[in-house]
């Protein structure tokens, strides 16, 4: 069965970073493209950053620039490298294919930045 286990997350003050990581089980890791998603407090979970295959990534709108997304497939695993952390990062974050598998999310990762 699929298995996604995320870690990383934590408290931080404005401005500052975090890298998220995630193990992916049970999928053939490096033909599946990857993505990190966040649901921000009273918010419907969004896409914030994708990756392909290969590594090409993609980002949204209001993490481009401060995000870096990449894979490592020989260890089956996603990074999210997060700088100039906002308050309106505040969110949990999550790891899954792209396009999503609805039948299967890990725990998730808190991320609180602090003003």
């Known amino acids: 069965q699929v298995q996604l286990v995320e870690s990383g997350g934590g408290l931080v003050q404005a401005g500052g970073s975090l890298r998220l990581s995630c193990v992916a089980s049970?999928?053939?890791?490096?033909?599946?493209?990857m993505a990190w998603y966040r649901q921000r407090p009273g918010k419907q979970r969004e896409l914030v950053a994708a990756?392909?295959?290969?590594?090409?990534?993609n980002y949204g709108d209001s993490v481009k620039g401060r995000f870096t997304i990449s894979r490592d497939n020989a260890k089956n695993t996603v990074y999210l490298q997060m700088n100039s952390l906002k308050p309106d990062d505040t969110a949990v974050y999550y790891c899954?294919?792209?396009?999503?598998?609805?039948?299967?999310w890990g725990q998730g990762t808190q991320v609180t930045v602090s003003s």
């Open positions: 899954n294919t792209n396009p999503v598998n609805n039948h299967v």
């Open positions: 049970g999928i053939i890791f490096s033909l599946n493209d």
């Open positions: 990756v392909t295959g290969g590594g090409r990534p």
